[in-house]
């Protein structure tokens, strides 16, 4: 089973910044557009930021536009989420996931190979 691992999540204070990595040690990411979402508790899972296969084309939800930035590094194999002026409103589980079918965004739905996920709380 193909599955994605995400890194670099934990405690942060408001204000803060953190970065995630999401990376693949069975397949190379090159070829997909890979999204980056998160639950929180009690919530349905959303759609973060996305970055078409590229890294030429990227999406984000409002609520992030402008404080997260993704990026990626096919040499390697690696899709970064640059998280700034974090608030506790972002505390979450952080997953990254691969599109596979259908609309590219926001949909979950149509991303697969779901990792762990990477816990990320911001408070005081």
């Known amino acids: 089973q193909l599955q994605l691992v995400e890194s670099g999540g934990g405690l942060v204070q408001p204000g803060g910044s953190l970065r995630l990595s999401c990376t693949a040690s069975?397949?190379?990411?090159?070829?997909?557009?890979i999204g980056w979402f998160r639950q929180a508790p009690g919530k349905e899972r959303e759609g973060v930021a996305c970055i078409s296969n590229s890294g030429g084309s990227t999406n984000y939800a409002d609520s992030v536009k402008g404080r997260f930035t993704i990026s990626r590094d096919n040499g390697k194999n690696t899709v970064y989420l640059q998280m700034n002026s974090l608030k506790p409103e972002d505390t979450a589980v952080y997953y990254c996931?691969?599109?596979?079918?259908?609309?590219?965004?926001?949909?979950?739905?149509?991303?697969?190979?779901w990792g762990q996920g990477t816990q990320v709380t911001v408070s005081s």
């Open positions: 069975r397949f190379t990411l090159a070829p997909y557009t």
């Open positions: 996931a691969r599109h596979v079918y259908g609309r590219i965004w926001p949909n979950a739905n149509n991303y697969a190979d």
